[in-house]
């Protein structure tokens, strides 16, 4: 089955600086790469993915890259603030195939320093 | 709209109980889906359903049943209660295998 995993487990970074999540898969058959953020108590709300027929998306200071030949994507945030504190999950999936729901890798913290 | 919704948020059950997880969406998703977090572990698939009548196992289905009567709910029932399944349990649903929307979460204690 798949396998993803996810580095670093803890992120602290300065308030305005990037943050950067990293994740490898094992599946070439996964398709599907969501990221997402999980406030505690709370339960996890996407905020962005992507699919494996694109390589880079963007949506206003998050982005995802992925790489499908070395099997890796990563989260980058930039200008962080105070509200990006959470835990990050990334996942992957054969999303439109088998429908076998999500691998999740472990999970970042991510601390935004003031 | 308000989602995916699951009930109760938090119990307490004695080993060896029983006890049903509600979930109900109102998206008119096809894909529904239970996942149990433990801490510092991620997510993991117990069951899912691809629509009504239809359910299938995941990766750590020993100890849970499911059931998928209607588009709008997929009950999780926990039969003999272990130590074991103590843990926080998602409920998400889909349209498609894309875009899955998660619940808040029960938090079960097994004592």
């Known amino acids: 089955g798949e396998n993803v995993e996810q580095h670093p487990s803890t992120l602290s970074v300065q308030e305005g600086d990037s943050a950067v999540i990293k994740c490898t898969y094992s599946?070439?058959?996964?398709?599907?790469f969501p990221w997402y953020k999980q406030e505690l108590g709370k339960g996890p709300q996407l905020i962005i993915d992507?699919?494996?027929?694109?390589g880079e998306k963007k949506d206003q200071r998050i982005a995802v890259t992925l790489n499908k030949t070395a099997k890796h994507f990563s989260l980058h945030i930039t200008e962080t603030q105070p509200e990006d504190s959470a835990v990050y999950f990334c996942a992957a999936g054969r999303g439109g195939g088998g429908a076998d729901g999500l691998t999740f890798g472990k999970g970042t913290h991510l601390i935004i320093q003031p | 709209n308000a989602g995916v919704t699951q009930t109760p948020k938090f119990r307490i059950l004695k080993i060896g109980q029983s006890m049903t997880l509600q979930c109900t969406q109102d998206m008119n998703h096809n894909y529904m889906y239970w996942y149990r977090q433990d801490p510092g572990m991620g997510l993991k698939l117990i069951y899912y359903?691809?629509?009504?009548?239809?359910?299938d196992k995941g990766e750590v289905p020993n100890g849970y049943n499911v059931s998928r009567s209607t588009t709008e709910d997929f009950p999780l029932r926990l039969e003999l209660a272990a130590p074991s399944q103590t843990s926080v349990y998602f409920c998400?649903?889909?349209?498609?295998?894309?875009?899955?929307?998660f619940g808040q979460g029960t938090r079960l204690t097994v004592v």
């Open positions: 359903s691809v629509g009504a009548g239809i359910t």
């Open positions: 998400a649903s889909s349209f498609g295998q894309f875009e899955a929307f």
């Open positions: 992507i699919r494996s027929n694109v």
């Open positions: 599946d070439s058959a996964s398709n599907y």
